[in-house]
């Protein structure tokens, strides 16, 4: 269907008999003193070349300015109603960029990758199945920093979350200030809507505030967590003296995660390799979502540029017919 997106300017269509009955016509031109006699023979070819000569032009004139003021009023072409998946989830990642993520103790097509890098390729996927959701993200390290608001471009978030890089927020572990920081972005939304999901590998060891007084903050605050502890528990080290293992998960404060999601109302989960880490987002895609009134978009389509390219032809026309004339 056509509407109009400012129908009031179509009040201005009887503008120009407005002003014709306002201003008066310009006084007529004075009479010839010399008179010929047989001129009337020819009054009444001329008064009809005249008019006809003057008239086609001032229809043109009407129909360029009631093209014009329909241009004016900005019609557009509304299409049929789009109903917006919605879910009515504010959901919050926090991802760890301490120097501890770069450990090579996760397999990826048969390659051992970084603990960032498993990272991303599962979270990448975790978002792009949020529809409905909007979805922010936190990057920390020594500091920790708001890198993508809540919105529904997932896209932009997954694009953000794989431009991230190591130590890029420093070296050491702010947990306390991530949490802190979630809390601060979240406050004025929906209080059942809230959730955290938290991906570290090591413990707190920067920051202004302890995790757990931040979790306090949370819980006050209705924000959920969910707290995910990343790493393997044992890796093969090869070196010039032979093979040994070791526990490359032996800074991981898996105490302290546990509190917080046990205080806000979360769950701690234990990602030891790319498989876990893949099953625990897919537990948290089971999130049961706050229901929300639907909302609706309809695509609009501008169509002012057909009656103005039109009223503007015919201006030229009137134009071009008056540089004639004369």
């Known amino acids: 269907m056509i509407h109009f997106e400012w129908p009031w300017l ?57 093209l014009l003021v329909v241009a004016c009023a900005r019609p557009q072409w509304l299409g049929e109603p789009i109903e917006q ?27 051992s990758v970084d603990r960032l890098a498993a990272a991303k390729m599962v979270a990448g996927d975790f978002i792009n199945r949020r529809v409905g959701d909007r979805v922010g993200l936190i990057l920390f390290g020594t500091q920790a920093y708001l890198q993508t608001p ?24 702010a947990i306390g200030d991530a949490i802190g920081l ?7 939304e929906q209080a059942n809507s809230r959730v955290l999901v938290l991906m570290t590998d090591g413990a707190n060891t920067a920051g202004e505030v302890s995790p757990l007084k931040a979790a306090e ?6 924000l959920k967590i969910y707290t995910i502890g990343i790493g393997a528990d044992e890796m093969i080290v090869r070196s010039f003296f032979g093979s040994r293992k070791i526990n490359p998960s ?15 109302g979360g769950q701690y989960y234990r990602a030891r390799n790319t498989d876990e880490l893949n099953n625990i987002y897919m537990r948290l895609d089971e999130l049961e ?13 501008e169509l002012y540029y057909w009656p103005l390219s039109l009223a503007l032809a015919l201006a030229a026309v009137i134009a071009l017919s008056k540089v004639r004339l004369s």
């Open 10 to 66: 179509l009040a201005a269509l009887p503008l120009p008999l407005l002003i014709r009955w306002l201003v008066s016509a310009d006084m007529p031109a004075e009479q010839a003193a010399l008179k010929v006699p047989f001129l009337d023979d020819f009054s009444d070819v001329e008064t009809m070349a005249v008019s006809q000569t003057r008239r086609w032009p001032l229809w043109l004139a009407a129909v360029a300015w009631l």
């Open 85 to 111: 998946a919605v879910s009515g989830r504010d959901l919050m990642l926090a991802v760890d960029l301490s120097g501890s993520m770069e450990e090579q103790d996760f397999v990826i097509n048969k390659r």
């Open 150 to 173: 809540l919105t529904f471009d997932r896209k932009t978030v997954m694009t953000l979350l794989n431009e991230a890089v190591l130590g890029l927020a420093g070296e050491n572990t």
């Open 182 to 188: 979630a809390v601060k972005r979240l406050k004025n």
């Open 217 to 222: 903050l949370a819980a006050a605050g209705h």
């Open 250 to 264: 032996v800074d991981l404060d898996e105490k302290t995660l546990i509190k917080i999601a046990e205080s806000t």
């Open 289 to 301: 979502p706050v229901e929300k009134d639907k909302q609706y978009f309809r695509p609009r389509s």
